[in-house]
């Protein structure tokens, strides 16, 4: 019953079947959509991402070698036919020539200003409770000190692997963890840069393995021993307390069948860290811990524990030209996501030199603030039916539910009635977060309106989104 997390309480004036339902968690919402999610049969994995669930926020941030050109992460090399294959490769040079080009990135790669205890102090600010660091994209280089390559940022060709701070991934997850977040690794399956994942015999064709591995199996065992020693190093307590790990492009083939053990990988990360997390996405499986939804946010609730992962800008790494998501559109973001049962990863893209923009500090402390006022009804609250009406979402938390108003975008102000469907308040209790105004409210044909007095208007506790908070 962890997982079951959305559930409906109608009507809400049974206060103490809203108690009940809120303490077990266990019926179902009827409006939820179900999702292919097999939930993990070890206890301290199911109490983990009990946990993580009330955690709502995050940060996840790509970096890599690839910063230097402001290209789309390491997709420039995949050799598919789309725009990402051409988008930062100089006119006229071959595939090949590139690739080279791109590969020696690493010897160029000198972010001296590099401060992850910036980076978790404005995370901090901002009400984030965990990290999802890129420790390996899809190229292969490793941003941190792994033994098995030398395609890394601490090896003597790349210009930073003499800095202090050269094992990056140790260096931002002991920052962050020192701010009190939790800690979560990114890291690719697909390993572009390795021999046993696009085999040098072979041209690559696209992201995925270049070879078939009923005629080379040695080549895919090989593969498989250096991904699971990999995630050994990780997880072996030289880089601390790792709670979870994001495993991506985790389908390494479409035309050949390939039975990834999983099973082992998960065995070699929860040995080192007992408990851990694993989010082998789209695999369906035991070891799909939570699932992902990149780009978008579902309409519905999900039946099962969910993260919602978005770039500040439009892309997730750094770009030169960057369109920032306004602190007004991220906050909508937020409230729709924990409305809906799932977390909000944010990400954002250091540049070369290991700098976050102004307007990421700038969108950081615009939520911080805002959640210093309204994170009562964010942290550890589960979904409630109706889930919301037009622009007004609903969380809830022990015996109140908490109705979030969103403002237009480019609107900062507040109706003078909120229309708050079926929720019917108990007795007079209604207010509005970082305020003690008892609100007036009033049932109609079409369900309850709580009425926003003129004083409460003209100076609001808070930008863009107001959580009117209801016992019921």
């Known amino acids: 019953h962890l ?11 049974m206060r103490k079947f809203l108690h009940i339902a809120l303490l077990l968690s266990i019926a179902l919402s009827a409006h939820g959509q179900k999702r292919p999610y097999v939930a993990p049969a070890e206890e301290d994995v199911r109490a983990n991402i009990a946990q993580w669930q009330d955690l709502k926020f995050g940060m996840f941030i790509h970096w890599g070698t690839y910063s230097q050109l402001g ?24 595939y090949m020539e590139y690739l080279r080009f791109y590969e020696h990135l690493k010897d160029t790669f000198n972010p001296i200003h590099f401060d992850p205890d910036k980076w978790a102090e404005a995370a901090e600010y901002a009400g984030m409770k965990y990290v999802v660091f890129t ?8 941003m941190f000190d792994t033994n098995l390559t030398d395609y890394k940022v601490t090896d003597e060709g ?8 050269s094992n990056i991934a140790k260096e931002v997850f002991n920052s962050f963890r020192a701010k009190g977040l939790k800690a979560g690794a990114y890291f ?12 040098k015999f072979f041209s690559p064709k696209d992201r995925y393995i270049n070879y078939d591995p009923a005629r080379w199996p040695e080549k895919m065992t090989s593969f498989e021993d250096y991904v699971e020693s990999q995630v050994r190093e990780l997880t072996n307590g030289d880089y601390g307390k790792i709670d979870l790990m994001w495993l991506d492009l985790c389908e390494i083939s479409e035309t050949y069948e390939i039975h990834f053990p999983w099973g082992r990988i998960a065995a070699a990360a929860r040995e080192g860290q007992p408990g851990m997390i ?15 939804s990149e780009l978008k946010i579902p309409t519905e609730v999900w039946n ?3 993260e919602a992962c978005m770039p500040m800008t439009q892309s997730w790494s750094y ?6 998501k306004s602190t007004q559109t991220l906050l909508n973001m937020l409230v729709q996501v924990v409305s809906r049962g799932g977390n909000f990863l944010l990400n954002v893209g250091p540049d070369p030199l290991g700098i976050l923009d102004d307007e990421v500090y700038a969108r950081l402390r615009g939520i911080g603030d805002w959640m210093k006022v309204n994170s009562e009804g964010i942290y550890g609250t589960k979904p409630v039916a109706p889930h919301h009406v037009g622009n007004v979402y609903f969380t809830a938390k022990d015996e109140y539910v908490y109705a979030f108003y969103a403002a237009d975008d480019g609107d900062n102000n507040i109706p003078d009635k909120i229309f708050i469907g079926d929720v019917v308040p108990q007795g007079s209790y209604v207010t509005m977060l970082g305020s003690n105004v008892r609100l007036k409210w009033k049932k109609g044909s079409d369900g309850v309106y709580v009425n926003i007095p003129e004083s409460l208007r003209k100076i609001a506790p808070c930008d863009y989104v107001f959580c009117l908070k209801i016992k019921v």
């Open 158 to 165: 790349c210009p930073f692997h003499s800095n202090p701070r």
């Open 135 to 142: 420790t390996k994209h899809h190229d292969g280089f490793n």
């Open 278 to 292: 694993t989010v082998a996405r789209g695999t369906h499986s035991a070891y799909e811990n939570y699932l992902t």
């Open 188 to 199: 690719s399956i697909a390993d572009w840069h390795n021999n046993d994942y696009w085999w």
């Open 304 to 306: 099962c524990p969910w």
């Open 71 to 94: 290209v789309i992460e390491s997709w420039t090399i995949c050799p598919e036919l789309t725009e990402w294959e051409y988008k930062g490769r100089p006119e006229g040079m071959t």
């Open 3 to 13: 997982f079951l997390l959305n559930w409906t309480t109608k009507p809400f004036r």
């Open 319 to 324: 770009n030169r030209q960057p369109k920032y």
